[in-house]
Every structure is written in C-alpha cells, then in structure tokens.
C-alpha cells in the first residue's frame, strides 16, 4: 500500500508561484511513475504532468508548457511540483498519484494510488 500526500497548496497570487510537495509512504518510491492532476470546480480532474520510474517526463500540452516543473527526490520520497506565472484558471485541486513501474501515462486510471489533494486558489 503507498500512501501519498500533497502539501503547499493554498491561496496564491496571480503571477506568482507555487510548489507543491508530493510524500510518499513507500520503501521503493523509486519503483513508481508519479503523475500530477488537478481538478477545476465542476470539471474533469485532468493529466498535468508525470514522471515516469525510468526518468521521462511527460507534460500537459500548452495550459502549463513553459510555467511547470517537476521534479521528483527518491532518496527523501517526494515529488514536486512547481508552476510560474500562475493564472487564475490553475485554481484546481491538485492530486500525485502514483504508478508501478509506469511509463508515465497520462490516463488517470492507470494510477492505482492517489493522495488527498491540496486546494490551490489563484486570485487575478
């Protein structure tokens, strides 16, 4: 069982930045794909980036190409997440999730384990 959670969301301002912390309870964290989603109200929780257990990273298309970096330390068992040049449409629930040995899908249901979510608000 891999337990997951999510911290530093919060209220944000437009133009700013944040960075998001993944934890994973799980001796071989090195052995998972992690995979970043966020959920707007009233939409679909969507595919924002992942970074396969091989080393790839796969991204969202162009709503957070340029502004979005992650990042992932094995040896602490976190991921991260950091997004620039925030806008008020990332204001979403933001989820990891976490793979086995994944190649980095971007398909939600691949993912067998999910933390909380943290809620990022950005204000214009």
């Known amino acids: 069982q891999v337990q997951l959670v999510e911290s530093g969301g919060g209220l944000m301002q437009a133009g700013g930045s944040l960075r998001l912390s993944c934890s994973a309870s799980?001796?071989?964290?090195?052995?998972?794909?992690l995979g970043w989603f966020r959920q707007a109200p009233g939409k679909e929780r969507e595919f924002v980036s992942v970074f396969s257990w091989t080393g790839r990273i796969t991204y969202y298309a162009d709503s957070v190409k340029g502004r979005l970096t992650i990042s992932r330390d094995n040896a602490k068992n976190t991921g991260y997440l950091q997004l620039n040049s925030l806008k008020p449409e990332d204001t979403a629930v933001y989820y990891c999730a976490a793979d086995l040995y994944g190649l980095g899908s971007t398909k939600k249901d691949v993912y067998e384990y999910w933390g909380q979510g943290t809620q990022v608000t950005v204000s214009s």
């Open positions: 799980v001796r071989t964290f090195s052995n998972y794909a």
